[in-house]
Each structure stands twice: as structure tokens, then as C-alpha cells.
């Protein structure tokens, strides 16, 4: 099945993956930047037939494109939300315009008559604001928002998802909806423009960080999330579905390790040093990015992907993998000088 798609945020890590499949498979693309005068600089990191792609202006806090966007599409990739590299002045910084964002695709959506529409939404709208004692989730867990655990971030993922499935049971007829939940996205990078994801890589490598503190996230390859948003797009009976898309759940000091043993030399400076949990906890008084997380030392969020793998099929590649690939590719483009 091909046809013609909208997917939102082309400039993003993760949309720009997707485009690239959807192009490969034969899909014809619309896709949306803030400012046109990008258009080129994007479309030379896509690296794909022009002819297969179009772009427009939008934003997620303007009604302005997404009809135009959207017509003549059936389905659509609702990918763009604010990842930001810096703790907000305010949680409604990221709050809003994810909510916002999600609503005004979906109501463009409707308008458009489109098919089916696959939101990207995030383990933060899942795995957060529950006990330590529970460190296993399916797809059935939402976030607590409520909690002290829940940063702004993890509150605009969770505030978004649940806000545009209140809005397709309430409005969306017979329009198909689905959410993609990834965890941490690493992989190859196209340009230097890299995503905020990819920050813990690129501290390890330049040695910026003074040891290693005891947490961890749930890893997946960008080209595993973009392959499970173009099976949401094409498989049968999604309506409602709701995927995690995660690898294993790795520590700190296991990526460090992961890092050493395949760059060699080049890893020179990933720390070796385990930070006690007391230092994280000093930092934080001092570093607001540090602070969001503070929640997470010594904690676990296994996440499996067996529904994705039973419904979709689909299968991540080895984690190392992933965490090498961003490695040398940040490197590669002299994002880290090793």
C-alpha cells in the first residue's frame, strides 16, 4: 500500500527517518517545517527524491498550513513536539504546544478526511510517577502528572497523548488513531543538527560528564521507531492501538562499557567512575537538568515491546548497534572531538 502521507516536523531526527521509508516504499510525502527558508537545507539532509516530497509552513501553535498540508493525504505521522536541550521557565512551555499541536493536527485530520492518523507519543507518557516497586510496564501504564517524578517534558507527552485520545473518542468518527511510545532515541545522525536524545551519547564521549550516575533509560534505534510508525500507518486494525517502542533498558555504566569496547581508542574519555547517588543529588542543587531526573537514581523501567512484536512484527535491532552508530557518526561530523 502506498499513497500520499502527511508527516508533521520534517526537520526532526525522527520524522526525517520516517520520510526516508515512506519514500523508499513508494509513499508520496507532505511534510511541514516552521520556515520554508529551510526547505533546502532539509531536503539536502533527507536525501531523497525531491519529486516525492512536498513541504509547507507550520507550527504547532497556528492554524495556518495544516489544511493545505494535509490535502489530497490519507494518513498521517503527527511526529513534531517540543524536545527541548534546557529545563523550560515553565512546564506549559512544552505543555501547551504539544497539547495544542496534537489537537490542531487531529482537527485538520478530520477536516482532510484522513484514514488514519499515528501520533508519536513517548514512554514519559507511560513509565512515570509510580512506585519504585514497580519497574515493569506494558502499554496499559500511564504516567502519574501528578508526581514529583513527572518533569515538564514527561507531563507534555503524557498531557498530549491523553488529551488527543479524549478528542478521537469524543470527535474523530471513524478516523483511526494509534500512538508509537519510544523511549530513548539513538542511531545514525544525517547532519550535525542532532536531537536532544542524543545528548547523553555526546556527554560520554567528550568526557563532560565527571563519572557515571546510576540511571538508565530504555534504548530503540531511530530506524526501529520509524519502522514501527510506517507498520502503524499500513497494518490492519489500529484503531486505538498503543505501541511501546523499546530495546532493553540500559544503565549508565552499561553504555559506557558498550562504548569502550567498540571505539577503542576513541573512547578515551567515557568516564569510568560510578558516581554515588549522594553527588547526583549535590549536583542537582545546582543544575536544573540534572534535577528533572533526580527521580530516576537506582531505578529500572523495563519496558517490552511484545505487543509491537506480536501485532506489527516488529523486531529492534542489537542495541549496540545503536549506541555505536550515534557514537561514530558524532564523531564522523566532529560533533565531539575524541
Given at each position: 500500500?502506498?499513497?500520499?502521507?502527511?508527516?508533521?516536523?520534517?526537520?526532526?531526527?525522527?520524522?526525517?527517518?520516517?520520510?526516508?521509508?515512506?519514500?523508499?516504499?513508494?509513499?508520496?510525502?507532505?511534510?511541514?517545517?516552521?520556515?520554508?527558508?529551510?526547505?533546502a537545507e532539509v531536503r539536502a539532509a533527507l536525501g531523497v527524491d525531491d519529486s516525492k516530497v512536498k513541504f509547507f509552513a507550520a507550527d504547532l501553535m497556528s492554524d495556518a498550513g495544516w489544511a493545505e498540508a494535509m490535502a489530497g493525504c490519507s494518513h498521517v505521522a503527527h511526529v513534531a513536539s517540543p524536545l527541548p536541550s534546557n529545563a523550560p521557565k515553565s512546564d506549559d512551555e512544552l505543555i501547551i504546544p504539544a497539547r495544542d499541536g496534537a489537537l490542531r493536527a487531529l482537527k485538520a485530520a478530520k477536516a482532510a478526511g484522513i484514514k488514519r492518523f499515528v501520533m508519536t507519543s513517548s514512554m514519559a507518557a507511560i513509565a512515570y510517577g509510580h512506585p519504585r516497586s514497580k519497574t515493569r510496564f506494558t502499554e496499559a501504564d500511564w504516567t502519574n502528572v501528578d508526581s514529583p517524578d513527572a518533569y515538564a517534558y514527561v507531563k507534555s507527552k503524557t498531557i498530549a497523548e491523553r488529551a488527543a485520545r479524549d478528542w478521537v473518542a469524543a470527535e474523530g468518527g471513524d478516523m483511526e488513531f494509534v500512538t508509537v511510545n519510544p523511549s530513548l532515541v539513538l542511531g545514525p545522525l544525517q547532519s550535525g543538527d542532532f536531537s536532544t536524545s542524543l545528548e547523553a551519547i555526546k556527554k560520554l564521549l567528550e568526557g563532560s560528564m565527571p563519572g557515571l550516575p546510576n540511571f538508565g533509560f530504555g534504548v530503540v534505534d531511530v530506524r526501529d521507531v520509524a519502522d514501527m510508525h510506517v507498520r502503524c500507518l499500513t497494518a490492519p486494525?489500529?484503531?486505538?492501538?498503543?505501541?511501546?517502542?523499546?530495546?532493553?533498558?540500559?544503565?549508565?555504566?552499561?553504555?559506557?562499557?558498550?562504548?569502550?569496547?567498540?571505539?577503542?581508542?576513541?573512547?578515551?574519555?567515557?568516564?569510568?567512575?560510578?558516581?554515588?547517588?549522594?553527588?547526583?543529588?549535590?549536583?542537582?542543587?545546582?543544575?536544573?537538568?540534572?534535577r528533572q531526573v533526580i527521580g530516576e537514581l537506582g531505578g529500572r523501567r523495563e519496558s517490552p515491546a511484545d505487543h509491537a512484536r506480536e501485532v506489527l512484527g516488529w523486531v529492534p535491532r542489537p542495541v549496540e548497534e545503536s549506541i555505536l552508530d550515534t557514537a561514530r557518526d558524532m564523531i564522523r561530523l566532529g560533533i565531539v572531538k575524541v
Amino acid at each position: 500500500m502506498a499513497g500520499t502521507v502527511f508527516v508533521s516536523g520534517g526537520s526532526g531526527y525522527i520524522a526525517g527517518f520516517i520520510i526516508r521509508q515512506l519514500v523508499a516504499e513508494g509513499w508520496t510525502v507532505h511534510t511541514t517545517i516552521r520556515n520554508l527558508a529551510r526547505e533546502a537545507e532539509v531536503r539536502a539532509a533527507l536525501g531523497v527524491d525531491d519529486s516525492k516530497v512536498k513541504f509547507f509552513a507550520a507550527d504547532l501553535m497556528s492554524d495556518a498550513g495544516w489544511a493545505e498540508a494535509m490535502a489530497g493525504c490519507s494518513h498521517v505521522a503527527h511526529v513534531a513536539s517540543p524536545l527541548p536541550s534546557n529545563a523550560p521557565k515553565s512546564d506549559d512551555e512544552l505543555i501547551i504546544p504539544a497539547r495544542d499541536g496534537a489537537l490542531r493536527a487531529l482537527k485538520a485530520a478530520k477536516a482532510a478526511g484522513i484514514k488514519r492518523f499515528v501520533m508519536t507519543s513517548s514512554m514519559a507518557a507511560i513509565a512515570y510517577g509510580h512506585p519504585r516497586s514497580k519497574t515493569r510496564f506494558t502499554e496499559a501504564d500511564w504516567t502519574n502528572v501528578d508526581s514529583p517524578d513527572a518533569y515538564a517534558y514527561v507531563k507534555s507527552k503524557t498531557i498530549a497523548e491523553r488529551a488527543a485520545r479524549d478528542w478521537v473518542a469524543a470527535e474523530g468518527g471513524d478516523m483511526e488513531f494509534v500512538t508509537v511510545n519510544p523511549s530513548l532515541v539513538l542511531g545514525p545522525l544525517q547532519s550535525g543538527d542532532f536531537s536532544t536524545s542524543l545528548e547523553a551519547i555526546k556527554k560520554l564521549l567528550e568526557g563532560s560528564m565527571p563519572g557515571l550516575p546510576n540511571f538508565g533509560f530504555g534504548v530503540v534505534d531511530v530506524r526501529d521507531v520509524a519502522d514501527m510508525h510506517v507498520r502503524c500507518l499500513t497494518a490492519p486494525n489500529m484503531a486505538n492501538e498503543r505501541f511501546i517502542c523499546s530495546g532493553p533498558f540500559m544503565m549508565m555504566p552499561e553504555i559506557a562499557e558498550i562504548l569502550r569496547a567498540g571505539l577503542g581508542p576513541q573512547a578515551r574519555k567515557v568516564p569510568k567512575l560510578r558516581l554515588p547517588n549522594w553527588a547526583v543529588r549535590l549536583a542537582a542543587l545546582f543544575d536544573p537538568i540534572v534535577r528533572q531526573v533526580i527521580g530516576e537514581l537506582g531505578g529500572r523501567r523495563e519496558s517490552p515491546a511484545d505487543h509491537a512484536r506480536e501485532v506489527l512484527g516488529w523486531v529492534p535491532r542489537p542495541v549496540e548497534e545503536s549506541i555505536l552508530d550515534t557514537a561514530r557518526d558524532m564523531i564522523r561530523l566532529g560533533i565531539v572531538k575524541v
